[in-house]
């Protein structure tokens, strides 16, 4: 069993940056791709950020490429997501998750263990 959990959440303003941290407890992560996913109100989740198990593959969404960086310490099993130039759209729940597969993807259902998430708003 993997159980994952995100921190580094918080309130900023628009321009600046936040880390955010996804630990696995349990089980380890990595030999799995990570990825980063968020859900603004009244919206449906949505992919941001994904990487490979030795994290030689990133993919992003093309609204946070080049302002967001994800990351891994595999040996201490932490993924980390970097988050400058903050935006108010970039206001979420952000979520971790760890794939059954070790290749980065974007596809939501590939994702089979679930972090509870740590809010990120982003103030104009």
């Known amino acids: 069993q993997v159980q994952l959990v995100e921190s580094g959440g918080g309130l900023v303003r628009d321009g600046d940056s936040l880390r955010l941290s996804c630990v696995s407890s349990?089980?380890?992560?990595?030999?799995?791709?990570v990825g980063w996913f968020r859900q603004a109100p009244g919206k449906e989740r949505e992919f941001v950020a994904t990487?490979?198990?030795?994290?030689?593959?990133?993919d992003y969404l093309d609204s946070v490429q080049g302002r967001f960086t994800i990351s891994r310490d595999r040996v201490k099993n932490i993924v980390y997501l970097q988050m400058n130039t903050l935006k108010p759209e970039d206001t979420a729940v952000y979520y971790c998750?760890?794939?059954?597969?070790?290749?980065?993807?974007?596809?939501?259902?590939?994702?089979?263990?679930w972090g509870q998430g740590t809010q990120v708003t982003v103030s104009s």
């Open positions: 998750a760890s794939s059954r597969s070790s290749a980065a993807t974007r596809a939501m259902d590939v994702y089979r263990y």
């Open positions: 349990g089980r380890t992560f990595s030999n799995n791709a």
């Open positions: 990487i490979s198990w030795n994290g030689g593959t990133t």
